[in-house]
């Protein structure tokens, strides 16, 4: 149930992003991604070429603490054993490690991944870094909060707007205070009446709730649905299923504003000076004019700064334009200005918004666009140079501004022409057309010119139009002829040798040989040499000298206009940069995130819905400025230092006490509200434990026990794993285990008491052994299995070697989960020490593994089939045949090692035998029922079920029985060819389906993996067994006529 919700979050944000609303073409994806949000949405938008993943994840072990293996047994241990055969033991094959069938259907969801990318390894790797809600195997630790750590919000349905815009605002400690400390008087609230007015309350009040929670939860994330319901009344809209940030801001302020005006005692309704939220958030600025000669002034009140993106690179270019609109002209006489006019901030807010405004409606398509355009923000920004107090100054620095900015032109344009110097259509930097010539003059005349030479000459004087500012970039003022290369010339030096590369550098000194290669003069006296070369060399190095001294003024110029506003009067009024709002997607539909500076922590922090992950400028910058995919910021949240985190500076207090001060801090009634949400999170833990307790146990991952796709071969890693899974697996049979041995130690206290630990030990060892003996002499029943109840009954039954059996059980008195009083914790000592004295003389490590993974392997099988005939007496055929095919396959491995290895095989096959025979009747009905739902969902029960699970069946020494059943099955389907009362489309999908079902020797056979179940103990496993074969006890094998 877990998995599933934090998977449909994942899909929800998806849809967000991409605009896609088919879910298993998103969920396809996201496979393909491994997990990987960001991945998943790269492959959608983008499609770059996917990367196999190359680190494998090592299968999950369990925590034991190994000692060094060791030697030395009790001396009278072996006079209480039964004599054993060994014999057949060292024939057995090794146990192969199975892959996970996961990985194929992986792989059939994007067959454009590498088929190596998916090992069996991979599967049990963490996928999803951004959030660790996510996950397979959800555990307890996955939604609860670590330590102080923030919070994150459950996306509930497009509502990651209200997520990014809440939490920006919850970081901001002032803001908190004022939400957690709300209250109106009594008499207030009773003298609400209006509409407006009770529902600003009621939304305040779920908000208090809403940051409580996000202050003292035990959650790792909240759920804010109570706050989001009172939204979506006014938000709703059936064209719109997603909010606009700056939309949502704006409406909350305004909320917020009506709500806080209720707490102000003001003699005139219409006076705010007083409202907090006015306070925090509004500021004031001063429009002053010029239209058709006449001036005028306006103060006005700003919330959100709006800002245009297009046309600026960074945001003091923005605030600029927003700033200064055409021209003010100083003689109110003239009219040679229409319009003009200039903003000055005149009050700055505590917390400066800026909206950027990134959608612009194209007419042309008569629908809304994004601009993903770059555009850089400082993590500091100055506001001196905007306000109205340095009204004078800036005034200047702008004229001062104008006239470089009209020079810097100036120079520019008589660069350009040096630059591009020509008549025609094609133009050329001076400085290299005089060197062309030079070399021409210089050049002798060809005598003999190879066909390979003589193709470079066009290549060599073909020259394209360069670039001013590249021009910009030399140091010497002459562009680099590879710059200046045509395409065909840039193909040809790209495929060309080293040598031949070099030799289209126009650079003198030049060999003879490439003499030869080029156009040269017909007769040239040396006089006429001499004369041409150094008029030509002196205006070359005069034309370079103004090029130089032009650059270098372009150059003192730019670093002027970039110094203008560094003067120290201009930076009194800094802004800290506190939250980045990142949207991801198109105009008509994406994913909001946000980037908030944690002040206490010193590092920026992403919060993505329920996932709250550390992150770094570098990543915010990636992700907000824009221009390289389409994700960018839409707003950026500043702050002044009247509003930097309370505790950040004070005693150097650490976040975690400063949330206890505020949790502390809160009315009862919120501090009640957030015990309660903490203790519900208690009962939902207790509960889940309850429902996995249910279920029946999964061993611990190991290189055999890890099941796989039925037609796959051993792994690659099993000889990296081996010495670890001797471990996992011993010590897991003895965490099993546990409660038998820690009886046999309570019955040994007079031994302990009287003799010591060591006798103590020896004592419990004998009577252990000895009941574990008799219990597997014992003769089975249906109803019970004795071998599920210890693993060294299993052992015995099967004649495992002496010293796999001893070993084994000195292990489980070594166990360190036995620690429950001092007599445990000394055996427990004592039999760790003896083990340490067992050296692989003494024992067959490799054996001694074998033997481990058969029962591990035995376990697993007959909780499969315990699972798979409990879903069958409840009728859900899918889901038992998936579990007693993975049975049958399982067992037919250890049934090669002996009769007594597995289960009955005869009472897998008969129930997987009825099992499919279920499943065909019901997808055949509902086949032919014509209605396209249920056509489709019969048809997905055959291609995913029946026709892989007969394929099986055939690949084996299949009985009479399967055979029997499996052509009562074609029968079933073939009889529908031609009927008259299924239409001509319905007949082609079943002549699309028949040769699957009737040959498919040439198919992959792939089942679905069945779900993972947790482990329990052998009572409870025992118990469920002896309840579910009571209940089938005397079934007779099926008949088919």
Known sequence: MRFREDCQVLLNQMKEITGIQDSAFLLAALKAADGDLMEAVTFLTEDPAPEPVQSPAAAELSAWEGSTVGKQLPQDVGTAAAPHNQDNLRTANTVRPLESPKAPAAESDAAERPQDAHSAENKNRSKRKRCEAWGENSKQNDWRRAGDWPVGMKNIGNTCWFSAVIQSLFQLPEFRRLVLGYSLPQNVLESCRSHTGKRNIAFMQELQCLFALMLGTWRKFVD????????????????????????????????????????????????????????????TFLTEGVHKGNTFSKIETFGQYPLQVNGYRNLNECLEGAMVEGEMDETPASQSVKYGQERWFTKLPPVLTFELSRFEFNQSLGQPEKIHTKLEFPQTIYMDRYLY???????????????????????????????????????????????????????????????????????????AKPNVLDVLSQPNGIQERTDTRTEDEAFFVANSSPQQSSSMELQPPVSPAELSERPAPHVVSKEELNLVQTCLQRW?????????????????????????????????????????????????AGHYWAFIYDQPRKRWLKYNDISVTESSWEELERESFGGLRNASAYCLMYISDQ?????????????????????????????????????RLEQEAEEWDEEQSCKIPQMEPSPTSELQDLSSESGPEQSSVCEQSVHSLSSEHARIAKEQTAKAIANTADAYEKNGVEAALCEAFHEEYSRLYLLSKETPTPQNDARLQHVLIYFLQNNAPQQVVERTLLEQFADKNLSYDERSISIMKVARAKLSEIGPDDVDMEEYKRWHEDYSLFRKVSIYLLTGLELYQNRKYQESLTYLVYAYQSNTKLLLKGANRGVSESLIALYRRKCLLKLNEVAASLFVSCEEAHVSEGVSILNELIIPCMHLMSNLAVSQEDLDAIEVMRNRWCSYLGREDMDAKLQMKLGELLPRLLDGSTEVIMLKEPPKIRPNSPYDLCSRFAAVMESIHGASAVTVN
Not at 255 to 266: G, H, R
Not at 645 to 666: C, H, I, N, W, Y
């Open 224 to 283: 804010p649905s109570a706050a989001l319901e009172l939204l979506r009344d006014v938000f709703r809209s059936s064209e719109q299923p997603q909010q606009d940030v700056s939309e949502f801001t704006h409406k909350l302020l305004d909320w917020l504003e009506d709500a806080f005006q209720l707490t102000v005692n003001v003699t005139s309704l219409g006076d705010k000076s007083e409202n907090p939220m006015v306070q925090l958030f509004y500021g």
């Open 389 to 463: 107090c340095n009204k004078d100054l800036i005034q200047m620095k702008r004229e001062e501004m104008k006239r470089l900015k009209e020079k810097m032109v100036t120079l520019q344009q008589k660069l350009e022409r040096y630059m591009e110097y020509g008549s025609g259509p094609a133009r050329f930097p001076l400085p290299d057309m005089l060197q062309y010539v030079l070399e021409f003059i210089a050049t002798k005349p060809a005598v003999a010119v190879s066909s390979a030479q003589s193709s470079q000459a066009p290549l060599l004087r073909s020259q």
């Open 540 to 588: 070359r190095n005069e034309i370079e000298q103004d090029v130089q001294d032009l650059k270098e003024s372009i150059a003192r110029i730019n670093l002027s206009i970039e110094q203008m506003y560094c003067d120290p009067l201009l930076q009194q009024v800094p802004y800290r940069l506190h939250a980045v709002l990142v949207h991801e997607g198109q105009a008509n």
């Open 643 to 679: 509003v930097s985190p309370v505790g950040a500076d004070e005693d150097e207090s650490p976040e975690a006490r400063q949330f206890q001060k505020e949790v502390e801090a809160l009315s009862p009634e919120l501090r009640h509200y957030i015990q309660e949400d903490n203790w």
